[in-house]
């Protein structure tokens, strides 16, 4: 019922009555879908300024036009196996609860329109990656795209950052 | 309509701070007309603003003193000293007034003693303070009206605003209102017909315009100055349609008063929905966060925009930068455009230029949060005035360097230390007459605020020219709290910063001034808060003074950077003592877990950076690094750092904003490459330690 819920408040934000417009990246093997409106932009992997005593998953922060930017890392995040930055990896800046945090993925893919009647509700995954993260599942041609409710990926769970002192 | 009582919040401070300052030279110059009438007028914009705004409690004790500030300009009152102890005592009342409308405060003062003896003045009676209770008529006449006028008339008032009214921040709800507390509303025929259709109808516009008739013992003047500040752009005429002394039968009024009320209620819909929607808008846009954490917030007022006036040719400067930014950006285009090395000079040229564009660009935008010192200076002169009657001492306050500019943010928390600083001069400093007779010196002590530039920063000095500080006192204080031995003979300046110690007082008694719980040591945390230090010197017999350092804004940081393994932080200079390459020795494990350093015979507790902040060292034996001494609080702690680069002005930028608090870090800055580093957190760093080695370190 809460997801449908999310759903609706974003629709009336959102492109057309029954779309929402994603922008999909890939992390390992897998495809995910944020809601674009969330996305502030996207830039190239730059080295970032480690933050001393942070959770592993915030790599650091970085200057982005004079504001200082909290970076994660999704594969550290979603416990994936690390791998090299290279010329793919991206940082994808969101806004989140009025926050501007930039998130590392292996690379960007598209901004892809998703009916809501094609999205599916999330299985359950188990500890790594709670439903509650997960906005629903939806099958673009061969492809299943994860959506995330980057939000409480973000903020959400009562560890990392969404705790501030 | 908070955007305007915000203004009006703002405007009627600057008024009540004018107008205090104009009470102390109307108390050497009683006579001075032109002051008087400065005087007046300055209670006449407060009232007319209040009134406009609908705070009835400040618009109505203004009228009354107002009324005074009438009579006593026209001469008919003389000042002498209780009239004018009335008229000082009113600028506070209307301040605590001031302060309840803003929301700042719960409650005031009643206001209704004062206003007696406000009437009493008018009234040309003696007061004499006890004497308010036996007033109560005037009193309660107030509260009718706002006057003790008593011959009735009636009277037929057209108004038809302008049609801008609201637009300007006027309501006509509002000043019907007024007009419904002058008197008995008699009948009212609102004419709507500029009505236009509703789907052409603009909210903001006024479209209805009212022929009331009343009756009322105000004399048409009063009722005409309800509508004072909406005269100008609307149609007014006030008709007296005759006199009589009798009380109105009150028949007539239940019929005639719904429409004053109801007619403006159509309107009130249609307003509010429309300036409603966007504050709607923008909360739901922006979820109920807590404002940003910034890292040098003091407790703001209640949910009030903070807001900042700059003056006009500080804007105008800004313009022009930005203006010569962009013809340079597009001369940079130009020559980056089939670029070839013949071009090369004019390149630098451009690029040389840009630099000293923006770099000025950034020194007149921190100048846009400067403001005159004078802001903070300006509660002294009254509270120097007050103290100097309670105390029985004769003082006089001279200032200097008002015009320094200082960050917004630091003028108003450097009052309150300010202020202790000038108590403490009163109370302690300086003597009694009979004491400066006997030494020799004037009977008038004088207390000095001096405010000045000095490199990078402000220095402020409150010095006095009273006994000067007592060395014996303050050394058989630092013995009893064991702070030196008996046969120590330390310096005067190591003597004298004793007096910043929590738990120093050397006041015999507890008076009522300086027995407030704050001491000395209380100001100088304030100050090492904003970023700033204190130093005093004293000489016996010939006076004190303290001397406060700060820096020109919290925005920006002298600092010095310095490595561990190869990430970069930035330690602010302030805090630094000094830095060492400490021998072989000099840097020991006590108890197998602490370490301390020898440093000048003095036993320091050691951080070593990179054990607390989980980096990768270059050095990790000291004799290899540097030993950065870090002072907070008198307490010193030793930092062991690979190396020192180079010291820099930062600009501090917030890590709150968009992740969180860090322990050890006071935030963020980016470097000349575009890189970030992170500010060390002295006072954090210096706690910590502290509380984790306390026990071993005094062991030791």
Known sequence: MALEQTQFSQNDAGSSADANQYLTFSLGDEEYGVDILKVQEIKGYVPTTRIPNAPPEVVGVLNLRGTIVPIVDLRRKFGLEEIEYNQFTAIVVVVVQNRVMGVIVDSVSEVVNIPLSDIQPAPDFGNSMSSSTLRGMARMGENLIILLDIDIVLLGEPAPLALAA | ?700
Request: with cysteine.
């Open chain 2, 1 to 700: 309509m908070t955007m305007f009582h915000q203004a009006f919040f703002e405007e009627a401070s600057d008024l009540l701070a004018d107008l205090e300052g104009l009470l102390l030279r109307l108390e050497e110059a009683p006579g001075d007309l032109e002051l008087l009438n400065t005087i007046f007028r300055c209670a006449h914009s407060i009232k007319g603003g209040s009134a406009t705004f609908g705070f009835t409690d400040i618009a109505h004790f203004t009228h009354g003193l107002e009324t005074l500030l009438d009579k006593v300009r026209n001469g008919e009152i003389k000042i002498d000293r209780s009239l004018s102890q009335v008229l000082f005592e009113s600028a506070d009342q209307m301040k605590a007034l001031l302060a309840v409308a803003r929301g700042e405060s719960a409650a005031a003062p009643d206001s209704a003693a004062l206003s007696a003896r406000i009437e009493a003045a008018i009234l040309g009676r003696p007061m004499m303070g006890a004497e308010q209770t036996a007033l109560p008529q005037p009193k309660a006449a107030e509260e009718e009206g706002w006057g003790v006028w008593s011959v009735v008339r009636s009277y037929r008032l057209h108004f038809a605003p302008g049609a801008d009214i609201m637009r300007q921040g006027g309501d006509p709800i509002l000043l019907l209102g007024q007009l419904a507390k002058a008197g008995e509303i008699l009948s009212v025929v609102c004419d709507d017909s500029q009505l236009p259709a509703l789907n052409e109808m603009d909210p903001e516009t006024c479209y209805l315009s009212w022929d009331i008739e009343l009756r009322s013992d105000w004399t048409s003047e009063a009722i005409l100055e309800i509508f004072e500040f909406v005269a100008d752009d609307s149609d007014i005429h006030l008709e007296v349609l005759g006199e009589s002394a009798k009380p109105a039968e009150p028949a007539k009024l239940e019929e005639a008063a719904p429409p004053v009320l109801a007619a403006p209620t159509i309107k009130t819909p249609v307003t509010e929905t429309v300036v409603a929607s966007p504050i709607a808008a923008s909360v739901s846009a922006a979820p109920a966060i807590p404002a940003p954490f910034s890292e040098s917030a003091p407790k703001a007022p209640p949910a009030e925009a903070q807001t900042l006036r700059v003056a006009t040719d500080k804007v105008d400067k800004l313009i022009n930068l930005v203006g010569e930014l962009v013809i340079n950006q597009s001369m940079l285009n130009e020559v980056v455009q089939d670029f070839s090395m013949a071009k090369l000079p004019r390149l630098i040229e451009a690029v040389a230029e840009m630099e000293r564009a923006s770099r000025e660009l950034q020194e007149r935008v921190m100048a846009v949060r400067m403001l005159p010192i004078k802001h903070a200076f300006g509660r002294f002169p009254r509270l120097v005035r007050d103290l100097a009657a309670t105390v029985g001492k004769k003082i006089e306050l001279k200032t200097s360097g008002e015009d320094t500019e200082l960050d917004k943010g630091m003028i108003e928390s450097i009052a309150d230390p300010l202020t202790h600083l000038v108590r403490n001069s009163i109370d302690h400093g300086l003597e009694t007459p009979e004491e400066r007779r006997a030494a020799g010196k004037p009977e008038t002590g004088t207390v000095s605020l001096h405010a000045l530039h000095e490199g990078g920063s402000i220095a402020v000095e409150v010095s006095d020219d009273g006994r000067g500080l007592s060395r014996e006192r303050i050394l058989k204080k630092a013995i009893e709290r064991g702070w030196v031995t008996e046969n120590d003979t330390p310096a005067d300046e190591t003597l004298y910063n004793f007096i910043f110690m929590p738990g120093f007082s050397t006041a015999p008694a507890v008076t009522d001034l300086s027995g407030r719980g704050v001491g000395m040591d209380i100001v100088k945390q304030a100050v090492q808060a904003l970023g700033g230090s204190i130093t005093l010197s004293s000489t016996p017999g010939v006076g004190t003074k303290f001397r406060i350092r700060l820096p020109l804004t919290m925005a920006i940081l002298e600092g010095l950077s310095l490595t561990v393994g190869d990430e970069t932080y930035i330690l602010p200079l302030t805090s630094i003592v000094e830095s060492i390459q400490p021998a072989a020795g000099d840097v020991r494990k006590i108890a197998g877990r602490a370490e301390i350093a020898m440093v000048r015979g003095e036993v320091l507790p050691v951080v070593r950076l990179y054990q607390i902040f989980g980096s990768v060292p270059k050095v990790t034996d000291p004799t290899q690094g540097l030993l950065v001494i870090v002072e907070n609080d008198n307490h010193k702690v030793a930092v062991l750092v690979d190396e020192l680069i180079g010291q820099s002005q930062v600009v501090i930028k917030s890590l709150e904003t968009n992740y969180r608090k860090v322990r050890g870090i006071a935030g963020a800055t980016i470097m000349g490459d575009g890189r970030v580093a992170l500010i060390l957190d002295v006072p954090g760093l210096v706690r910590e330690t502290l509380s984790g080695d306390a026990a071993l370190a005094t062991a030791a």
